[in-house]
């Protein structure tokens, strides 16, 4: 990081407006460079990511590294993974509570929140910069994502749910635009909640609020447009007759492991009769949610694509699923 090249310089790129931060940072940096190296170390403030050796991220609550960073061009392209590791990076929560200890991400060096005393923000400076098993260039086998879920923490019934709160609508309107109850918009919830490691309700509006939500979980229902008709409001889709690529592809799974199962049962039976497949099989059979699996069938027997009938009443009512045609 510090070499002849640079002339002894630390280049430091400060995501926020709060001079006070900014100024606190770079004279710890200062000092703790003078008192490593015994001689002046010129650290200095840019205003370009690009032009950085050393990037302080400010994340709201639930922001995760994945939310500003390409995951995939990460693991595929080895110019972009040496471009994204040849940079220091510390991602900066307003308290510690907001991120996840166990969270590890390849590109993040350090995390510190603003909370934290001016002793354990230098400390982790140190080790990012002087600790053995720290210095020098990162080995890029070893630079992995491991367990990180990335862009699919969520599932896509959830990424809709958070698309709609963003856009400003309460609680009711999501369940009539989703088909589903409040107490099940309540769940998605929570559940976001829980991945994303959000303790209350006031830091989750902040994280609706933030500009990766904006771009990656609102922009799947950005392209509906609210009209008014004779009724009130409505929404309409703007995509006409076709599906967005990556719902077609979805559905293609379907057909293909609903005949799957099909296959299987008719070997298993001597009789030819119908087959009637559960939500629970057919969700099995992909590894998704039962949720987002009923989702998209029903989407598909609006089309005609497949067929659904109920047995049992009450609590055992139970939803069964058949191909078209």
């Not at 050393?54 to 922001?63: H, N, R, T, V, Y």
């Not at 220091?88 to 509570?97: A, I, L």
């Not at 209350?200 to 500009?211: E, G, P, R, V, Y």
Request: contains cysteine; glycine residues 6%.
């Amino acid at each position: 990081m510090i070499n002849d090249d640079k002339m002894f310089s630390l280049q430091v790129y400060i995501a926020t407006e709060n001079n006070y931060f900014s100024q606190g940072i770079i004279f710890l940096l200062t000092e703790l460079f003078n008192e490593e190296y015994h001689h002046d170390i010129s650290v200095s403030q840019v205003d370009e990511i690009a032009a950085a050796d050393l990037i302080f991220q400010m994340s709201a609550p639930g922001e995760k590294a994945f939310d500003w960073v390409d995951c995939q061009r990460f693991q595929s392209e080895d110019d972009y993974k040496v471009a994204m590791l040849s940079k220091k990076r510390v991602t900066v929560y307003p308290r510690s509570e907001h991120y996840d200890r166990n969270f590890q991400c390849p590109i993040v060096n350090a995390v510190i929140a603003l909370k934290d005393s001016v002793a354990v923000i230098r400390r982790r400076l140190y080790m990012m910069f002087f600790a053995d098993t720290l210095c020098g260039a990162q080995d890029l086998r070893n630079a992995t994502c491991g367990g990180c879920t990335g862009q699919n923490a969520l599932t896509w019934r959830e990424q809709q749910m958070v698309g709609y709160f963003h856009l400003g609508l309460g609680s009711a309107e999501v369940a009539r635009l989703m088909d589903c109850s409040i107490k099940a918009i309540s769940n998605y919830r929570r559940a976001v909640m829980r991945k994303l490691n959000i303790k209350n309700h006031s830091d989750f509006a902040l994280w609706l609020a933030t500009k990766s939500v904006a771009e990656k979980h609102a922009s799947m229902v950005s392209q509906q447009a609210y009209s008014q008709d004779n009724d009130g409001g409505s929404w309409q889709e703007k995509l006409g007759d076709e599906a967005p690529s990556g719902v077609a592809d979805e559905k293609d799974r379907v057909v293909r492991s609903m005949r799957r199962l099909i296959d299987e049962r008719l070997q298993s039976r001597e009789i030819n009769e119908d087959i009637w497949l559960t939500t629970r099989e057919i969700a099995n059979e992909m590894d998704i949610s039962i949720y987002s699996m009923r989702y998209l069938l029903c989407q598909m027997e609006n089309n005609g694509e497949v067929t659904c009938t109920q047995t049992g009443k009450g609590r055992n009512n139970t939803l069964r699923w058949q191909l078209a045609g």
